[in-house]
């Protein structure tokens, strides 16, 4: 079995040098980036957890869940890596109290099983280094001649 067609965000999105790239610590699948971690002050079953806006390359299982948690309880579904199926953490569906309400449709990622890995693919980057290439390659192939 290959692998499932894996999603980027839009290259645009990778510009900024200082944005990291979140991603999943089993088979290194992109999940997120590091601008869109809404906060750090999260926790999950193994620890440590992102609260984060969006994410690509993730299953969601169909299962709702009602769980009771330190803030209130929620309607949420586990959250897989598409990949790898490894366990990411969760996505909230339904807050039943009125000031948790922001964490509907967010999801929570948890730190044990993802990595944070620098951003060193910014287009402008990638464009920089494809022109240089070619100008080498041009300068290569007029003195091969």
Known sequence: MGLILTDFFEPRSYDVEDTEVI???????????????LSDQ??????DAFLVDRLINILCEKQDLETSMRTGVYIINKIRCLQCSTKLGWHYKKSFKYSEYYKEGKYVIEKKYIR??????????????AKLLKRRRSSASTTSS
């Open 116 to 129: 944070q890995i620098p951003n060193h693919s910014s287009t402008a980057r990638l464009t920089e280094q």
């Open 42 to 47: 999260f926790w999950g079953l193994s620890g």
């Open 23 to 37: 991603v999943c610590d089993g088979c290194l699948a992109h999940l997120c980036l590091s601008s869109l971690v």
